[in-house]
């Protein structure tokens, strides 16, 4: 690997010389994976290396504003639930066309990513664990490669109990089983695909990666603190905690006028929800009352005005500046996301969550685990029962001590900066 060295000035502010890496980052783009490899990046930024970020070009503004590297790289990943899903096909086509896009994402990159790689001088990979190109890629570049989990990995498993997991019909179970097993677990079409792609390029089948070229780490920001205890994990698996610096986000405008110092809950959906006037009525209603002021964000996804007119005349803001709401709110109402949800924590707050899908269920059943959050079901949601789960919440106290318990054991761990010493800490030894 080529090094070059370089008077750098890091957290402990002492200047020292050490070698300076160039790091490619591969994430989708969704805003609870983008977030944190930003941070992540920065912080290696921080103490001397380069990071670049192959992503589409729609990209291009939010990564440079980040300060950070970009290059262009079609077909990786997207979590933009596009304008064409109204498009598409119902039932098992609609199953087969999820397949068939994966496949084509993961083609794509591997097409078009080596050869930008090496233009930019690559020498080591940041994987999100989504991508499922990623290891065969550092695998041809014979570079070392990190795989960074943004939630729960997905080894892990995402099950939670019956009674926080939404209802689904047999054919949501069947599909969610099948795209599980191909895109978790490596199994079916997408891996018969990565399989061959891999042979013509001279590489062993996937199932050998692990032992024949492995990562040198691999990181979650999930807090062991809100993990259940398990009894054996991988050498080279670290948990570390949230990856959370407080900058290198897009400024957002908002009305901090229209606070007026009544208790403050913050609602966030993330973009699962799609906005849903009905679920956001349902928490307008709940939080109606004079003693309480609600701040519902959007997420980007749908126009405030849509929602006008809701009990309560809540604060409705299509982004909101979500760390600095966190510290006002004396509740977060979240779809357990770990974006938001890790955020939350490390402000030390309470929350409901109010799980759809993925990950969100298995959050949720942690955050009820520690006592630091109410779960209700979508399906069974009432503004009677969120308005009980909110005011039980704001009344008793063993909640914010639960959450600060949390926040001072998540805090304890310097997730952020534990994450980069690991990865210059393996990458070292690697030599």
Same mark, same amino acid.
């Given at each position: 690997?080529?090094?070059?060295?370089?008077?750098?000035?890091?957290?402990?502010?002492?200047?020292?010389?050490?070698?300076?890496?160039?790091?490619?980052?591969?994430?989708?783009?969704?805003?609870?994976?983008?977030?944190?490899?930003?941070?992540?990046?920065?912080?290696?930024?921080?103490?001397?290396?380069?990071?670049?970020?192959?992503?589409?070009?729609?990209?291009?503004?939010?990564?440079?504003?980040?300060?950070?590297?970009?290059?262009?790289?079609?077909?990786?990943?997207?979590?933009?639930?596009?304008? !064409?899903?109204?498009?598409?096909?119902?039932?098992?086509?609609?199953?087969?066309?999820?397949?068939?896009?994966?496949?084509?994402?993961?083609? !794509?990159?591997?097409?078009?990513?080596?050869?930008?790689?090496?233009?930019?001088?690559?020498?080591?990979?940041?994987?999100?664990?989504?991508?499922?190109?990623?290891?065969?890629?550092?695998?041809?570049?014979?570079?070392?490669?990190?795989?960074?989990?943004?939630?729960?990995?997905?080894?892990?498993?995402?099950?939670?109990?019956?009674?926080?997991?939404?209802?689904?019909?047999?054919?949501?179970?069947?599909?969610?089983?099948?795209?599980?097993?191909?895109?978790?677990?490596?199994?079916?079409?997408?891996?018969?695909?990565?399989?061959?792609?891999?042979?013509?390029v001279g590489l062993g089948p996937v199932r050998e990666r692990s032992s024949v070229y492995p990562e040198l780490a691999h990181i979650t920001q999930l807090p062991q603190s809100l993990d259940f205890s398990?009894?054996?994990?991988?050498?080279?698996?670290?948990?570390?905690?949230?990856?959370?610096?407080?900058?290198?986000?897009?400024?957002?405008?908002?009305?901090?006028?229209?606070?007026?110092?009544?208790?403050?809950?913050?609602?966030?959906?993330?973009?699962?929800?799609?906005?849903?006037?009905?679920?956001?009525?349902?928490?307008?209603?709940?939080?109606?009352?004079?003693?309480?002021?609600?701040?519902?964000?959007?997420?980007?996804?749908?126009?405030?005005?849509?929602?006008?007119?809701?009990?309560?005349?809540?604060?409705?803001?299509?982004?909101?500046?979500?760390?600095?709401?966190l510290r006002l709110a004396h509740i977060v109402i979240t779809h357990a996301g770990p974006n938001t949800v890790f955020e939350t924590l490390l402000q030390g707050k309470p929350m409901i969550a109010l799980?759809?899908?993925?990950?969100?269920?298995?959050?949720?059943?942690?955050?009820?685990?520690?006592?630091?959050?109410?779960?209700?079901?979508?399906?069974?949601?009432?503004?009677?029962?969120?308005?009980?789960?909110?005011?039980?919440?704001?009344?008793?106290?063993?909640?914010?001590?639960?959450?600060?318990?949390?926040?001072?054991?998540?805090?304890?761990?310097?997730?952020?900066?534990?994450?980069?010493?690991?990865?210059?800490?393996?990458?070292?030894?690697?030599?």
């Amino acid at each position: 690997m080529k090094v070059r060295t370089i008077t750098v000035s890091v957290d402990h502010n002492l200047s020292q010389t050490k070698p300076m890496s160039h790091f490619g980052v591969l994430s989708i783009q969704g805003t609870g994976h983008l977030n944190p490899m930003i941070a992540l990046s920065r912080q290696l930024v921080a103490r001397g290396h380069r990071v670049t970020f192959f992503l589409p070009f729609e990209m291009k503004e939010r990564i440079l504003e980040a300060g950070l590297e970009f290059s262009e790289v079609r077909g990786l990943v997207k979590d933009n639930r596009s304008k !064409s899903r109204q498009k598409r096909p119902l039932g098992l086509a609609d199953l087969r066309f999820r397949i068939s896009r994966i496949i084509g994402e993961m083609e !794509s990159s591997l097409r078009e990513a080596p050869e930008a790689m090496i233009r930019a001088g690559v020498e080591a990979l940041i994987l999100d664990e989504i991508v499922l190109s990623g290891p065969t890629l550092a695998e041809i570049l014979r570079v070392p490669y990190y795989i960074i989990s943004t939630s729960i990995p997905h080894n892990f498993g995402w099950s939670a109990p019956r009674r926080i997991t939404p209802p689904q019909s047999w054919f949501s179970i069947v599909k969610k089983a099948f795209v599980e097993i191909s895109i978790f677990r490596m199994r079916g079409p997408v891996r018969w695909r990565l399989d061959r792609y891999r042979r013509r390029v001279g590489l062993g089948p996937v199932r050998e990666r692990s032992s024949v070229y492995p990562e040198l780490a691999h990181i979650t920001q999930l807090p062991q603190s809100l993990d259940f205890s398990r009894t054996k994990l991988p050498r080279n698996f670290y948990y570390t905690g949230p990856f959370v610096d407080g900058t290198g986000r897009s400024s957002v405008d908002f009305p901090w006028d229209r606070l007026d110092g009544r208790p403050l809950v913050y609602a966030s959906l993330g973009t699962t929800l799609k906005g849903e006037l009905s679920t956001y009525r349902l928490i307008a209603e709940a939080c109606s009352g004079p003693e309480i002021q609600l701040v519902i964000s959007l997420g980007g996804r749908r126009d405030p005005e849509v929602f006008q007119g809701l009990p309560g005349r809540p604060l409705v803001v299509r982004n909101a500046p979500q760390l600095e709401l966190l510290r006002l709110a004396h509740i977060v109402i979240t779809h357990a996301g770990p974006n938001t949800v890790f955020e939350t924590l490390l402000q030390g707050k309470p929350m409901i969550a109010l799980p759809k899908c993925f990950d969100q269920p298995a959050i949720a059943a942690r955050l009820e685990w520690l006592g630091v959050a109410e779960v209700l079901r979508l399906k069974d949601l009432t503004a009677l029962h969120l308005r009980n789960a909110v005011m039980r919440i704001l009344n008793d106290p063993k909640y914010r001590f639960a959450a600060q318990k949390l926040q001072k054991e998540i805090l304890s761990a310097h997730g952020l900066k534990r994450a980069t010493d690991i990865i210059e800490e393996t990458l070292k030894s690697r030599g």
